[in-house]
């Protein structure tokens, strides 16, 4: 059949089965709004108020489902606004399709209004990004997106498209089926082999969670082998809820802001089994002192993850699903109680705990939240000392509970991501946890929520400070908090209301419950203002130099 480039767009997003875009239109984009007009009962396209919040949506919404998300933007400013949202989705390997408009093709490369160089510029933070410059190529480019979003260590493919591209016409074929993912690489026998010496030897064996486990979905691989070792579990950020919090074998995060039980486990431990993790700097922190007295077994998808950031004995290639099953047919059950017996005493005398005030702590607000919940939300978050305290005291159960931007850290994400995951998931209740400097970047959002009428709850830690970089400063910088304190005006009860959201406050202790139970009472958007103190910091922390063994309690 004929179509037009922008009919072919459509035919190729439901050919990948998405029922959901995040976008803003512009000129480059026309024609793809028009189809996007005459396609509104098969694809839905929520609309943003910034191409930016359209990216962490798409994002928000693949991290949640599995699926690919997609964005659209416009040239120029629009394409450029999505490269945050790219940029965090690619340091997280999240598999997500971003198509941006682009001037006609005879005014490429000529400084015309509205264009840039996207391919260019998204050079760094895509897996692959194509410029289709013929209407015959528009298909088998988009589907060739998808294909490299998913296939291996998943990641952000940007697909530019020139104005009078998706006008044109040409032959459309249909597929009749999805090709078959591509085989993924296997480790040797002899790999494997080397792994199950070294796990026969261990009588501390620590296993360590990433977020590639959430990726493959080997969750369940996961929990049986941790049985199959009976070794404690520690998690990344990215891998909250890989392993059910609540059991016994979990030590809690591993890292800058880790536990203190997962830093004395890995002091103490004789092997470490690292599975989907890249080793970032905020979990070993100085990686010269990492790993000096054990060996290390990693399970990861990209080989150029291997003795990148540390030295390891054994390298298993792979996708960790297929890899843990197979280790799961070849790893004996064995008994490691007094190794246990240590992890438990450990967790019993260094429980996290907030010091008690006079005010509210997010320690508290979390907990209840989690109570009244369940332990069955998705949060989300924005990035500073609330998302670690989000990590910290809700309890996350199951895999892509936990929407959070890890690598890039992007303050601004946690309301888009919040806004993709309640689409995705729409029976399951979505919060977004943010601090009053990241609610003020993505705010807008708010009106997004109020037009489409969807259910997030905006938990706001109102501390009227940045305090994760004013933590630092009162740390390292002898208490100069240079532009930290944010002495904004801003009444949030006043702007919620504005955008069309409810909101309510929590002032002092006696508030958390009865105001977290009428949130969750509420069918359509609710924003929470919770004030707390300035001074509540983020603990355990590791000092910049410092062993990941060694981290402060107090300060």
């Given at each position: 059949?004929?179509?037009?480039?922008?009919?072919?767009?459509?035919?190729?997003?439901?050919?990948?089965?998405?029922?959901?875009?995040?976008?803003?239109?512009?000129?480059?984009?026309?024609?793809?709004?028009?189809?996007?007009?005459?396609?509104?009962?098969?694809?839905?396209?929520?609309?943003?108020?910034?191409?930016?919040?359209?990216?962490?949506?798409?994002?928000?919404?693949?991290?949640?489902?599995?699926?690919?998300?997609?964005?659209?933007?416009?040239?120029?400013?629009?394409?450029?606004?999505?490269?945050?949202?790219?940029?965090?989705?690619?340091?997280?390997?999240?598999?997500?399709?971003?198509?941006?408009?682009?001037?006609?093709?005879?005014?490429?490369?000529?400084?015309?209004?509205?264009?840039?160089?996207?391919?260019?510029?998204?050079?760094?933070?895509?897996?692959?990004?194509?410029?289709?410059?013929?209407?015959?190529?528009?298909?088998?480019?988009?589907?060739?997106?998808?294909?490299?979003?998913?296939?291996?260590?998943?990641?952000?493919?940007?697909?530019?498209?020139?104005?009078?591209?998706?006008?044109?016409?040409?032959?459309?074929?249909?597929?009749?089926?999805?090709?078959?993912?591509?085989?993924?690489?296997?480790?040797?026998?002899?790999?494997?082999?080397?792994?199950?010496?070294?796990?026969?030897?261990?009588?501390?064996?620590?296993?360590?969670?990433?977020?590639?486990?959430?990726?493959?979905?080997?969750?369940?691989?996961?929990?049986?082998?941790?049985?199959?070792?009976?070794?404690?579990?520690?998690?990344?950020?990215?891998?909250?809820?890989?392993?059910?919090?609540?059991?016994?074998?979990?030590?809690?995060?591993?890292?800058?802001h880790g536990t203190k039980t997962a830093a004395l486990a890995l002091k103490h431990c004789d092997l470490f089994l690292a599975v989907g993790t890249r080793f970032s700097d905020r979990v070993t922190c100085?990686?010269?002192?990492?790993?000096?007295?054990?060996?290390?077994?990693?399970?990861?998808?990209?080989?150029?993850?291997?003795?990148?950031?540390?030295?390891v004995d054994v390298r298993l290639r792979g996708d960790a699903k297929q890899i843990l099953t197979r280790l799961l047919?070849?790893?004996?059950?064995?008994?490691?109680?007094?190794?246990?017996?240590?992890?438990?005493?450990?967790?019993?005398?260094?429980?996290?705990?907030?010091?008690?005030?006079?005010?509210?702590?997010?320690?508290?607000?979390?907990?209840?939240?989690?109570?009244?919940?369940?332990?069955?939300?998705?949060?989300?978050?924005?990035?500073?000392?609330?998302?670690?305290?989000?990590?910290?005291?809700?309890?996350?159960?199951?895999?892509?509970?936990?929407?959070?931007?890890?690598?890039?850290?992007?303050?601004?994400?946690?309301?888009?991501?919040?806004?993709?995951?309640?689409?995705?998931?729409?029976?399951?209740?979505?919060?977004?946890?943010?601090?009053?400097?990241?609610?003020?970047?993505?705010?807008?959002?708010?009106?997004?929520?109020?037009?489409?009428?969807?259910?997030?709850?905006?938990?706001?830690?109102?501390?009227?400070?940045?305090?994760?970089?004013?933590?630092?400063?009162?740390?390292?910088?002898?208490?100069?908090?240079?532009?930290?304190?944010?002495?904004?005006?801003?009444?949030?009860?006043?702007?919620?209301?504005?955008?069309?959201?409810?909101?309510?406050?929590?002032?002092?202790?006696?508030?958390?419950?009865?105001?977290?139970?009428?949130?969750?009472?509420?069918?359509?958007?609710?924003?929470?203002?919770?004030?707390?103190?300035?001074?509540?910091?983020?603990?355990?922390?590791?000092?910049?130099?410092?062993?990941?063994?060694?981290?402060?309690?107090?300060?």
């Open positions: 059949m004929i179509l037009t480039g922008s009919e072919i767009i459509m035919e190729c997003l439901l050919e990948q089965k998405v029922d959901t875009v995040f976008g803003y239109p512009g000129g480059a984009v026309l024609n793809i709004y028009d189809a996007l007009y005459r396609y509104s009962g098969k694809i839905r396209h929520i609309e943003t108020s910034h191409e930016q919040s359209a990216a962490h949506a798409a994002d928000g919404y693949a991290r949640a489902s599995g699926k690919t998300g997609v964005c659209i933007a416009t040239s120029g400013p629009g394409a450029t606004n999505l490269v945050t949202g790219i940029a965090t989705a690619y340091m997280d390997s999240i598999p997500m399709v971003a198509i941006t408009g682009n001037v006609n093709l005879n005014l490429l490369g000529l400084d015309s209004f509205q264009e840039v160089d996207i391919t260019g510029i998204t050079m760094p933070v895509t897996k692959h990004n194509f410029i289709v410059k013929d209407v015959r190529q528009l298909a088998d480019t988009l589907r060739k997106a998808f294909q490299i979003a998913q296939e291996g260590r998943k990641g952000p493919v940007l697909v530019d498209i020139p104005k009078d591209i998706t006008a044109q016409k040409c032959e459309f074929t249909p597929l009749t089926e999805l090709p078959a993912p591509k085989e993924l690489h296997f480790p040797s026998e002899q790999s494997f082999a080397r792994a199950l010496e070294l796990i026969e030897k261990s009588e501390r064996p620590f296993l360590y969670t990433g977020g590639g486990v959430v990726s493959s979905g080997a969750a369940n691989q996961l929990c049986a082998l941790a049985e199959k070792m009976d070794a404690p579990v520690a998690s990344s950020l990215m891998s909250q809820g890989a392993f059910d919090q609540r059991s016994p074998r979990y030590m809690g995060m591993l890292g800058m100085n990686a010269d002192l990492f790993g000096t007295h054990f060996p290390i077994i990693q399970i990861d998808i990209d080989p150029a993850e291997f003795d990148k950031n540390v030295s047919e070849l790893v004996p059950k064995v008994n490691h109680s007094d190794w246990m017996h240590d992890v438990y005493a450990w967790k019993e005398n260094y429980p996290l705990v907030q010091r008690a005030r006079a005010g509210v702590t997010p320690q508290q607000v979390l907990e209840e939240l989690d109570k009244l919940t369940d332990s069955t939300a998705i949060i989300t978050t924005e990035v500073g000392q609330h998302q670690m305290w989000a990590a910290q005291f809700y309890t996350f159960r199951t895999p892509r509970q936990f929407i959070t931007s890890g690598g890039l850290g992007t303050m601004g994400f946690g309301l888009g991501g919040a806004i993709g995951a309640q689409l995705a998931c729409p029976q399951r209740r979505v919060v977004n946890v943010a601090g009053d400097g990241s609610f003020h970047m993505n705010c807008a959002e708010l009106s997004t929520l109020s037009k489409y009428n969807i259910p997030v709850i905006e938990l706001i830690f109102n501390n009227t400070v940045l305090g994760m970089v004013r933590q630092w400063q009162k740390l390292f910088y002898e208490n100069r908090f240079s532009q930290t304190d944010l002495e904004k005006k801003t009444n949030y009860e006043m702007l919620a209301n504005a955008f069309g959201v409810q909101a309510l406050t929590i002032r002092e202790q006696e508030d958390i419950v009865p105001v977290l139970r009428k949130a969750l009472s509420i069918e359509g958007p609710v924003l929470i203002n919770c004030l707390i103190d300035k001074d509540i910091n983020v603990l355990p922390m590791v000092p910049a130099g410092a062993s990941v063994e060694d981290p402060i309690l107090s300060i």
